[in-house]
């Protein structure tokens, strides 16, 4: 009963924040964003106390619950194993069986990833944390395969003029981003496949603090000395490794609560049962016995990481000149961001505000903010600008990187300063009219005003004080390679000076239009 239990849930979360992940329609509403923010290390660097508190309580009563039905890269592993198991891909009943914990490695890589988190090297953690990586997997990798499935629907629907379905364009956002997503899947996978739970109790920094915790848990595995006899057909059935049939012993630390033993036992030997009384069975083997402050010590270090601020590592930009290559001084940080200091500190490249933009001018970065900040969210309006009325990605955003913004407070932040670069404006180049850049910008920041009035030549004119920084004149631009005008981040985010409304005057163009 509680194998099916879990499977259930397993099914329901997984399914539900996976296709949140692909849904580029939002056919879900953006209310389902809170399957994000019950995992364990977005909650932590959100500083969602509620729910680290849920978590830890789950765990100290039932074990690591939170790894086998709420994580979806477990999820993901389970699924892996379960398929490894069918007579068609395994001519040979799949057999596990015991193997001592490899504490050293699971206790460095946890101090590994606290350190280079103090050192302000964030992608550590955002490259081993289950949930982040699992994001990005989804958002990298499936969703132009889901997308290009949703193209190809659309071209036998229209064949048949049902246009239930519309295309959309397949991109790849950031071939770094999309090598290390599919690097991460293969690799799990592949120990999955083999080993079962190998990354949730060698790898992963949240299986190693969950078990910590799930030793003193009140719900644990238990076996009947008097009952069994060590005929090891548990220790086959469980995926973590951690059942010792010979010594009738249970490493709780890298149990997942995944209840295949339960059924496999013919003498009901096993059982999931509370703490309430003295038990026969004790924790196994010398390796499991850690220093146990040093475990609170690195336990400590993980929880207190949200109020340590990371250093903010930037490489040097080339100066902006009109013909030379334009590289940002400052990369631009979403909405909501405060500033790449307070995106580095709380962001884990889980990816989810990218997949959720509806504009799609969210993209990964690569060096943008340096090495410790790879991978993590930026502006990019080549493509597209940032919808003035949108805060899609402060309002899914689980780790506190983008802070929530209401529309008011939306309208009012300065991510970035507009910049005009008259010697290749096509108005002084080419002696012709556009305008498309006052057209496309919400705040009154760009207008046209008079360069040649004998041609009847208007050329626009920028007030950077009332700029949002959303990208629109620069994406309209028509000049090539490198824009005419052009958005520079903020180091930090402003509050722009209001402006007043005016009713904008149609210009005539003549020879150019958009």
């Not at 990586?133 to 290009?148: D, E, H």
């Not at 003035?388 to 932040?413: F, I, Q, R, S, W």
């Not at 981040?489 to 163009?509: C, M, P, S, T, Y």
Request: glycine share 8%; net charge positive.
């Amino acid at each position: 009963m509680l194998k099916y239990l879990r499977v259930g849930i397993s099914i329901v979360i997984f399914t539900l924040i996976t296709f949140y992940f692909l849904d580029f329609a939002a056919l879900l509403p953006d209310g389902f964003h809170r399957l994000a923010h019950i995992q364990l290390v977005p909650a932590i660097l959100g500083g969602s106390f509620i729910i680290m508190a849920v978590l830890v309580i789950l765990t100290l009563l039932f074990g690591r619950v939170y790894c086998s039905s709420i994580c979806p890269m477990g999820i993901y592993q389970d699924i892996v194993s379960w398929i490894s198991k069918r007579r068609l891909f395994s001519k040979k009943k799949k057999r596990y069986k015991y193997s001592k914990a490899k504490n050293v490695l699971r206790w460095s890589v946890l101090g590994i990833t606290i350190i280079a988190y103090f050192a302000g090297f964030p992608v550590v953690l955002g490259l081993l944390d289950p949930y982040s990586a699992w994001g990005r997997i989804i958002t990298n990798v499936f969703r132009p395969v889901y997308m290009g499935g949703n193209n190809l629907l659309e071209s036998i629907f229209s064949s048949f003029d049902n246009y239930t379905f519309y295309k959309v364009e397949v991109v790849i956002l950031s071939l770094f981003s999309f090598i290390i997503a599919l690097l991460t899947f293969f690799a799990i996978g592949f120990f999955a496949w083999k080993y079962g739970r190998t990354y949730c109790n060698t790898i992963c920094p949240v299986g190693t603090v969950l078990g910590f915790l799930s030793r003193f848990s009140l719900f644990k595995i238990r076996i009947d000395d008097s009952l069994c006899n060590s005929c090891g057909s548990c220790a086959a059935k469980c995926k973590a490794s951690c059942i010792d049939s010979k010594n009738h012993t249970v490493d709780y630390s890298r149990c997942v609560d995944c209840f295949n033993c339960l059924s496999s036992c013919s003498r009901n030997a096993l059982a999931f049962s509370p703490s309430l009384k003295k038990q026969q069975v004790n924790q196994s083997n010398t390796a499991n016995d850690t220093d146990n402050g040093k475990r609170q010590f690195l336990l400590a270090g993980l929880t207190t990481a949200v109020t340590v601020p990371a250093v903010y590592a930037q490489e040097k930009a080339a100066e902006l000149t009109g013909n030379d290559k334009y590289i940002r001084k400052n990369a631009i940080c979403p909405p909501g961001a405060v500033s790449a200091g307070h995106l580095s500190k709380h962001c884990t490249s889980c990816h989810l505000c990218i997949s959720r933009c509806p504009s799609r001018v969210i993209k990964p970065a690569f060096m943008e903010y340096g090495l410790g900040g790879m991978m993590q969210p930026m502006m990019n309006y080549e493509k597209g600008f940032c919808n003035y009325n949108c805060t899609v990605c402060t309002d899914v955003c689980p780790n506190g990187a983008l802070k929530p913004l209401a529309m008011e407070e939306k309208h009012m932040t300065q991510i970035g300063r507009v910049t005009f670069h008259e010697e290749i404006c096509i108005v002084h180049t080419e002696g012709t009219n556009c305008g498309a850049c006052a057209e496309h910008c919400p705040t009154q920041a760009v207008t046209m005003i008079p360069y040649d009035k004998q041609e009847g030549l208007t050329i626009p004119f920028i007030n950077a004080d009332i700029c949002v920084g959303c990208g629109g004149c620069e994406f309209i631009c028509p000049v090539r390679p490198y824009r005419a005008i052009r958005v520079e981040g903020n180091k930090e985010h402003q509050l722009r000076k209001a402006f007043k409304e005016e009713k904008k005057e149609d210009i005539v163009v003549d020879d150019f239009g958009f």
